[in-house]
């Protein structure tokens, strides 16, 4: 069935879309997602790892009870430094806090802290979220960059597809993956 190469070209774009979509949801920017049960409600978070452009970073959860505080516990990664307290503010069932903002490449880890008198909650439970600061990326930097790693890795699984079945244009698909990759 491979010897087709309608087939191979089919399977080459499954493939790639696919490893698109996996990386896309389980990369290292992608949001920590997680649910929590506090006093029989469901807590569902989505914590950012990744933050660009300008302004501070927005932090936000959802939880109705309002017997609870929430704090967002902060440092800079990797630094021997103290843990920063911030009170997130309550927006109806919103709880909300902005991380400050830090220079492109630059790194916070943080988590959130809900507490009721002695009783404290700590999202996610066993350890902080990283959150990196890109800066600003203008459209025509970001739309090539993407649009050509894109076609990279698509040319790569069809290079390696005809491999399989010792097909013609090996080395033509392998030097579109190299300039595509380059270029990217």
């Known amino acids: 069935m491979l010897q087709k190469k309608?087939?191979?070209w089919c399977l080459a774009i499954l493939i790639t879309l696919t490893a698109v979509v996996y990386q896309r949801m389980s990369g290292p920017t992608y949001p920590l997602r997680g649910t929590v049960e506090i006093e029989g409600e469901t807590v569902k978070h989505k914590?950012?790892?990744s933050h660009g452009g300008e302004g501070n970073a927005v932090v936000t959860i959802n939880f109705s009870n309002t017997s609870?505080?929430?704090?967002l516990i902060y440092k800079r990664y990797k630094a021997q430094e103290e843990?920063?307290?911030i009170e997130m503010k309550r927006d109806g069932t919103?709880?909300?806090v902005s991380l400050p903002h830090q220079p492109p490449a630059g790194k916070l880890e943080y988590y959130i802290l809900l507490q009721k008198e002695e009783k404290?909650?700590?999202i996610p439970s066993h350890e902080s979220v990283v959150i990196r600061f890109k800066g600003g990326v203008p459209g025509t930097v970001l739309i090539p960059h993407i649009l050509f790693m894109f076609?990279?890795?698509f040319m790569s699984t069809v290079a390696g597809l005809e491999a399989l079945v010792k097909g013609e244009k090996i080395y033509l698909y392998t030097l579109?993956?190299?300039i595509t990759l380059i270029l990217g």
């Open 6 to 8: 309608w087939v191979r």
């Open 47 to 49: 914590l950012i790892r």
């Open 68 to 71: 609870y505080i929430g704090y």
């Open 83 to 85: 843990w920063q307290k």
């Open 94 to 96: 919103q709880l909300a």
């Open 120 to 122: 404290k909650i700590s």
């Open 151 to 153: 076609i990279a890795m």
């Open 176 to 178: 579109i993956t190299t």
